[in-house]
């Protein structure tokens, strides 16, 4: 099934900032929003932001999220070495009643 | 605060079944809908589907319906996903997240392997 579109790989400098995108339609990311997960290889995702631009509580304020119609970003700024991973984007998509995700930015820090 | 705890590494043949535990602690079991996400060596996140432990609603993915059966315990507040007719494509890391509007908990994963 159809999911979220981002592109596989970012990379920028350390203590550059990045922003990371994920493009979806009116279905999902323009319904009721979307997620951003953060996943170090090895471990479970790990929420980041939800709503479109909340934080969970213990996230640091270095990764902020926004939306703009069907797309939502997630901006990291300070970039340190511990924030090179992969980030999904999730979004519930109302036409194919399921979740769908992103297919995964892999973020390197150089 | 919520801890998802799922059961160890699975070695299945091809055909066979697996049946995988996802045990919650530290909230409401009943308030929240669980959902499973797979993870294929290398690849990225899959929606399997999801239940709702109060009354044992069900929704699966489109590609997993037939061969994925959730079902929840609310007297040992654990939830399980079983899957049958196991191919080699199914070997991959199955989560069990937390979800209300968004998966805010997750478990550690459990790493099925299909393999002759």
């Known amino acids: 099934q159809a999911g979220l579109t981002q592109p596989p790989s970012v990379s920028k400098d350390l203590r550059q900032t990045a922003t990371l995108t994920c493009n979806g339609t009116s279905n999902n990311v323009g319904y009721l929003g979307a997620s951003w997960l953060q996943q170090h290889q090895g471990h479970p995702p790990k929420l980041l932001a939800y709503r479109d631009a909340s934080r969970p509580s213990g996230i640091s304020e270095r990764f902020s999220a926004s939306k703009s119609g069907n797309a939502v970003f997630l901006t990291i700024t300070g970039l340190q070495a511990e924030d090179e991973a992969d980030y999904y984007c999730s979004a519930w998509d109302s036409s194919l009643n399921a979740w769908v995700f992103g297919g995964g930015t892999k973020l390197t820090v150089l | 605060q919520a801890q998802l705890v799922q059961s160890g590494s699975e070695v299945k043949p091809p055909g066979a079944s697996v049946k995988v535990s996802c045990k919650a602690s530290g909230y409401s079991f009943t308030s929240y809908f669980m959902q499973w996400v797979r993870q294929a060596p290398g690849q990225g996140l899959e929606w399997v589907g999801l239940?709702?432990?109060?009354?044992?609603?069900?929704n699966y993915a489109q590609k997993f319906r037939g061969s994925v059966t959730f079902t929840a315990d609310t007297s040992t507040n654990t939830v399980y996903m079983e899957v049958s007719g196991l191919r080699f494509e199914d070997t991959a890391v199955y989560y069990c997240a937390r979800e209300l509007g968004t998966m805010d908990s997750w478990g550690q994963g459990t790493l099925v392997t299909v393999s002759s």
């Open positions: 239940i709702h432990p109060s009354g044992g609603h069900t």
